[in-house]
């Protein structure tokens, strides 16, 4: 039996699946590319704004961080907080926290698709093996002695459908954890900034501090 007879004899529950395993693989695509514009090293850009505050304040480290184009979760929280700067820590904590659920939305969007998917999928499997073994025993009620291609239609229907629905799980688990891998990684940043802006804008001007995303402050003068 051929490929193309393999699935023919699937029925139409296949197509089902394969219909979503290839909405699996666009979206999973889909989102390591958003994920990959979103992945830069913040690292230069938060320590230019971070120079820019404590020399010339938080309205001049927000006009550097605009001429610098970043898109990033972490510069879009800088970027939330120094606009609030002016308002005192409280307003600017505030803002930042907002850009973060927002940020949030947007890393980890889809991954509950993914997850819906992975779970689905076995089902609509199961779902295909049941009606592939009913059709199976279908044939005993039609012919007293079946012949092997009978049950083999049956049968088929049930491994393939079955086999779909564990591949189509798999490539969904594996997708969505990457994803989420990723997405932490890229939210760490944005939670130290969220953590760190309110510190930046308390000290005294000419006060530097040496940054390096990951590491320990270094106070010098």
């Given at each position: 039996m051929n490929l193309l007879r393999l699935l023919t004899s699937a029925g139409p529950l296949l197509w089902v699946?394969?219909?979503?395993?290839?909405?699996?693989?666009?979206?999973?695509?889909?989102?390591?590319?958003?994920?990959?514009?979103?992945?830069?090293?913040?690292?230069?850009?938060?320590?230019?704004?971070?120079?820019?505050?404590a020399e010339e304040g938080a309205a001049a480290?927000?006009?550097?961080?605009?001429?610098?184009?970043?898109?990033?979760p972490a510069?879009?929280?800088?970027?939330?907080?120094?606009?609030?700067?002016?308002?005192?820590?409280?307003?600017?904590?505030?803002?930042?926290?907002?850009a973060v659920l927002s940020e949030d939305a947007r890393l980890y969007a889809g991954l509950g698709a993914l997850g819906t998917a992975a779970q689905v999928g076995p089902l609509l499997g199961?779902?295909?093996?049941?009606i592939g073994m009913v059709r199976s025993f279908l044939v005993f009620s039609t012919?007293?002695?079946?012949?092997?291609?009978?049950?083999?239609t049956g049968i088929s229907e049930a491994l393939v459908n079955t086999g779909a629905g564990l591949i189509l799980a798999i490539v969904a688990y594996v997708a969505r954890g990457a994803l989420r891998a990723r997405a932490d990684r890229i939210a760490v940043g944005m939670e130290w900034v969220r953590e760190e802006l309110p510190g930046w804008l308390s000290r005294p001007a000419g006060r530097?501090?040496?940054f390096e995303f990951g590491s320990e402050p270094v106070a010098r003068r």
């Open positions: 699946l394969l219909a979503l395993s290839l909405y699996v693989v666009y979206l999973a695509a889909l989102r390591f590319q958003v994920l990959g514009r979103l992945s830069g090293n913040p690292d230069a850009t938060i320590q230019r704004a971070r120079a820019t505050a480290a927000l006009a550097e961080l605009d001429r610098a184009g970043v898109s990033t510069a879009a929280v800088l970027r939330a907080g120094l606009s609030r700067a002016d308002r005192g820590s409280e307003a600017a904590v505030g803002a930042m926290n907002a199961l779902l295909g093996t049941v012919t007293t002695s079946p012949t092997t291609a009978q049950l083999a530097q501090v040496d």
